[in-house]
């Protein structure tokens, strides 16, 4: 079983984003996700960049996979999607259905992203059919929902699942970030960029709701499934990913790398993520309960 690093989903300056892939380098993660997949308008980092980035993590041994933007609005963004798949010699990831658009007439193998709507054997073995090499279910699949399409499925495409970190719920053509600030979104001034891991959002009770993060929603808790490590591989799964965090990226990928080499007990290993985390744990998605629940290991 591989870890996988997914695309950094916040806005960080340039130097933070040089600092952060030098650490995870050297970290345990098999699998690095590169590229915006957010918001277009964040531009520290150019498709030059992301490829010398590239470039750097593969001759550390670590596969690359480029990311491609989940809601392509203008004309702007599809020429920018279009230089992403002239890229030789990376794997793309799509997550729209323009992308797959894209990708599919060039025979290019590529990742059907989390944000690509499948939730059926049938509709993977199309996308399958159209050059998918690897699916990233949704986080809303339950684990029982992944193995049925695992068990029915004529794809021989790898099955990744997000296992850690703020999970991305929804994008929206409104920005929530520049409207948290009373902002227009076409002069947001990146205001993004003040807040490295989103912003909070709380029900009129106080308790946590969401987490804004641009034009995308994200868990306000952190999931962690690290006690269910002896059960992914029962559900066809063989690539665990993990959100990058403005904090303890490294420490979280080498726990997990621990876990699926079994030199870490479930339940320490559980713990020492929950030290490691920003909010409270949460796990409801997996176990077909709502995603803010924390149902915990269910053994067997």
Known sequence: MKIS?????????????????DAIADSRVDIVYLGEVVCSKRHAIRLADWLDLARA????????VLSMLAMPETEADLRRMQSLADADGYLLEANDMSAV????????PFVAG??????SAPVLDWLTDLGASRWVAPIECTRDTIAAIDHHRASPAEIEYFVFGHAPLSFSARCFTARHHNLQKDQCGHRCADNPSGINASTLEGQPFIRLNGT???????????R???RFADAGISILRIAPQALHTTEIANTFADLVQGTVEMDDGYRQLCELQDAAPCDGFWFGKPGVSATGHTGG
């Open 5 to 21: 690093l997914g695309p950094i989903q916040y806005y960080w300056s340039r130097s933070d984003i040089v600092r952060f892939y």
């Open 216 to 226: 995308q929603t994200q868990t306000a808790q952190v999931v962690n499934l690290a």
């Open 228 to 230: 269910e490590i002896d």
């Open 101 to 108: 658009g894209l990708l599919a007439p060039r025979c290019k």
């Open 114 to 119: 989390p944000h690509i709507n499948c939730y």
């Open 57 to 64: 993590l593969r001759s550390q041994g670590k596969e690359v």
